[in-house]
T-cell receptor, first 115, second 109 residues
Framework: EAQVTQNPRYLITVTGKKLTVTCSQNMNHEYMSWYRQDPGLGLRQIYY???????DKGDVPEGYKVSRKEKRNFPLILESPSPNQTSLYFC??????????????FGQGTRLTVV | SQKIEQNSEALNIQEGKTATLTCNYT??????LQWYRQDPGRGPVFLLLIRENEKEKRKERLKVTFDTTLKQSLFHITASQPADSATYLC????????FGAGTRLFVKA
């Protein structure tokens, strides 16, 4: 079954304690992306990756890091989480067209609370 | 800055009617627009992509239009059902993706 898998689904952590949210896809997609979703603000892109070792900033990259060492995995790293990073996070993957994305597949989400 | 705006007010309609949702974009001209459905606590699910030169695209009970003069896309669900109740998101379809905040649709039986 084609899917994007995020772990963990729920996470409560304390300010400043480094954490990693994993994302893996089994569709051999070149493109992967991370978003956060907050009430009233919709989905905002954090980082995206066009392929292995190619990453770029989205609209809200501050406080986040990513890496793309393998095609299937795209972990999101919070080096020093703060309460304003409390949010619902989604990972997505897609087979990119020349100038645009085709259908994007989203993971089930990770609800992060930073206290 | 580039923006995609959707009506933040929820849309309530009766079963069997046509639901029409609006997506407006400002400060740029996307060549593609995508529509997604999102249920509470779940990831968005892709529905349709429309190119600027397509004007209209259909999939089963769904229809999307793209009006570059009005800078607007309309999303229609005909013969709506309670199972269509969800939040519908519009996005620019670009590698650097911009989403609208979404419009909640409630279909009453």
């Amino acid at each position: 079954e084609a899917q994007v898998t995020q772990n963990p689904r729920y996470l409560i952590t304390v300010t400043g304690k480094k954490l990693t949210v994993t994302c893996s896809q089994n569709m051999n997609h070149e493109y992967m992306s991370w978003y956060r979703q907050d009430p009233g603000l919709g989905l905002r892109q954090i980082y995206y990756s066009m392929n292995v070792e190619v990453t770029d900033k989205g609209d809200v990259p501050e406080g986040y890091k990513v890496s793309r060492k393998e095609k299937r995995n795209f972990p999101l790293i919070l080096e020093s989480p703060s309460p304003n990073q409390t949010s619902l996070y989604f990972c997505a993957s897609s087979k990119p067209g020349t100038y645009h994305l085709t259908e994007a597949f989203f993971g089930q989400g990770t609800r992060l609370t930073v206290v | 800055s580039q923006k995609i705006e959707q009506n933040s007010e929820a849309l309530n309609i009766q079963e069997g009617k046509t639901a029409t949702l609006t997506c407006n974009y400002t400060n740029y001209s996307p060549a593609y627009l995508q529509w997604y459905r999102q249920d509470p606590g779940r990831g968005p699910v892709f529905l349709l992509l429309i190119r600027e030169n397509e004007k209209e695209k259909r999939k089963e009970r769904l229809k999307v239009t793209f009006d570059t003069t009005l800078k607007q896309s309309l999303f229609h669900i005909t013969a709506s059902q309670p199972a269509d109740s969800a939040t519908y998101l519009c996005a620019n379809g670009g590698f650097k993706t911009i989403f609208g905040a979404g419009t909640r649709l409630f279909v009453k039986a």
